[in-house]
């Protein structure tokens, strides 16, 4: 089973790489879930008490999940659209969507402390999950090898984030059964498979040494942007490259009216999600009124998401209140790495 680490995002399959523990670690399916599964009481005990113990589990279990898969619609899906405080470790009104469960009958929300966030979290992940589908499904080719390469190709060097989801989708939809993925007798190698990450690594080295020859073929100098032309920028020319920045990352833009924004210099739209953003040219370090004004525009807006963007940097205190208000946060590091897929893009435009 695939599982998301709600402490730093990452996938997995047993525990988590980054993290190195299982405690935070959502399965994709409730089923494997540490409730529902038989803790040892010692090898007498096991004898005679195993089967039992067993059998209760399994009872307790198909009660959950039916009651789960029962309520997942509407309740569990429209409670996380509700919940715009989602990826902290405490939910909105949270209490008021136990008791409603509760009236319905799901009383084992009660014998199992913290299930409710557990069955939470799965949801969400299901629908990250589809959205990955849906966005990966035209890049299956006719062998792992072929989607892998065409895969990595549009996502760049964020294959390494994603490429547990493209396994396990591999795994879920029997695909490829004869690749390297498979052991003999057909069953999944869910640990980090070497000659999958090494074909990647290789895969992903080549696109960067082709994207970077065309680069030097048909580079528009006059086009180039450097880190320091962006430092020359007063406020709105920064807001104006910020819209031709991400619609060549493949965004919908809206900027909006100078000086009337409440908050929002820009919108950017991909895949139905939309995101405010603030952006900020400064010389000094970038403080919590800026995460602070993201924040209230993204409510005032009803945006899914908001990022304030510096090609300066941010203080602690700043990106301590953006990890707790969801607000994402770009310094000059990651502004340049923008730029450099900016630069890649413009070639002989």
């Given at each position: 089973?695939?599982?998301?680490?709600?402490?730093?995002?990452?996938?997995?399959?047993?525990?988590?790489?980054?993290?190195?523990?299982?405690?935070?670690?959502?399965?994709?399916?409730?089923?494997?879930?540490?409730?529902?599964?038989?803790?040892?009481?010692?090898?007498?005990?096991?004898?005679?008490?195993?089967?039992?113990?067993?059998?209760?589990?399994?009872?307790?279990?198909d009660?959950?999940?039916?009651?789960?898969?029962?309520f997942?619609?509407p309740?569990?899906?429209?409670?996380?659209f509700?919940?715009?405080?989602?990826?902290?470790?405490?939910f909105?009104?949270?209490?008021?969507?136990?008791?409603?469960?509760?009236?319905?009958?799901?009383?084992?929300?009660?014998?199992?402390?913290?299930?409710?966030?557990?069955?939470?979290?799965?949801?969400?992940?299901?629908f990250?999950?589809?959205?990955f589908?849906?966005r990966?499904?035209h890049?299956?080719?006719?062998?792992?090898?072929?989607?892998?390469?065409?895969?990595?190709?549009?996502k760049?060097?964020?294959?390494?984030?994603d490429?547990?989801?493209?396994?396990?989708?591999?795994?879920?939809?029997?695909?490829?059964?004869?690749?390297?993925?498979?052991?003999?007798?057909?069953?999944?190698?869910?640990?980090?498979?070497?000659?999958?990450?090494?074909?990647?690594?290789?895969?992903?080295?080549?696109?960067?040494?082709?994207?970077?020859?065309?680069?030097?073929?048909?580079?528009?100098?006059?086009?180039?942007?450097t880190?320091?032309?962006?430092?020359?920028?007063?406020?709105?020319?920064?807001?104006?490259?910020?819209?031709?920045?991400?619609?060549?990352r493949?965004?919908?833009?809206?900027?909006?009216?100078?000086?009337?924004?409440?908050?929002?210099?820009?919108?950017?739209?991909?895949?139905?999600?939309?995101?405010?953003i603030?952006?900020?040219?400064?010389?000094?370090?970038?403080?919590?009124?800026?995460?602070?004004?993201?924040?209230?525009?993204?409510d005032?807006?009803?945006?899914?998401?908001?990022?304030?963007?510096?090609?300066?940097?941010f203080t602690?205190?700043a990106k301590?209140?953006?990890l707790?208000?969801?607000?994402?946060?770009v310094?000059?590091?990651?502004?340049?790495?923008?730029?450099?897929?900016?630069?890649?893009?413009?070639?002989?435009?």
């Amino acid at each position: 089973m695939i599982y998301k680490c709600y402490e730093c995002d990452n996938y997995n399959f047993n525990s988590c790489t980054k993290c190195g523990t299982s405690d935070k670690s959502i399965p994709l399916d409730p089923v494997f879930y540490p409730e529902f599964e038989y803790k040892s009481g010692g090898f007498v005990s096991d004898i005679f008490f195993k089967k039992t113990e067993l059998k209760k589990i399994d009872i307790k279990l198909d009660s959950v999940l039916s009651k789960y898969h029962e309520f997942k619609t509407p309740y569990f899906i429209n409670y996380c659209f509700l919940a715009d405080d989602f990826g902290t470790n405490s939910f909105k009104d949270l209490d008021l969507f136990k008791q409603v469960l509760l009236n319905l009958g799901f009383f084992e929300l009660n014998e199992y402390p913290g299930l409710l966030e557990k069955l939470i979290r799965s949801t969400q992940f299901k629908f990250d999950y589809d959205d990955f589908v849906k966005r990966t499904i035209h890049h299956i080719k006719e062998s792992l090898f072929a989607s892998l390469e065409s895969w990595i190709e549009e996502k760049g060097n964020l294959y390494i984030y994603d490429l547990p989801l493209f396994i396990h989708y591999i795994h879920e939809n029997l695909l490829f059964k004869k690749s390297i993925l498979y052991s003999e007798n057909n069953e999944v190698t869910y640990l980090n498979h070497p000659d999958v990450y090494r074909f990647c690594a290789e895969t992903y080295f080549k696109i960067r040494v082709k994207r970077f020859q065309l680069k030097l073929e048909d580079l528009n100098t006059e086009l180039f942007i450097t880190i320091h032309a962006i430092d020359d920028m007063d406020g709105y020319e920064f807001e104006d490259f910020l819209v031709e920045l991400f619609k060549k990352r493949g965004y919908e833009v809206q900027a909006t009216r100078k000086g009337k924004d409440q908050g929002a210099d820009l919108f950017v739209e991909s895949f139905g999600k939309k995101m405010v953003i603030q952006a900020k040219n400064y010389q000094g370090t970038v403080g919590n009124k800026a995460v602070q004004e993201a924040h209230a525009a993204k409510d005032f807006y009803s945006c899914d998401s908001g990022m304030v963007i510096t090609n300066s940097t941010f203080t602690a205190s700043a990106k301590e209140l953006a990890l707790g208000t969801g607000i994402e946060l770009v310094d000059r590091d990651r502004l340049q790495r923008y730029l450099d897929d900016y630069n890649y893009s413009i070639g002989g435009d």
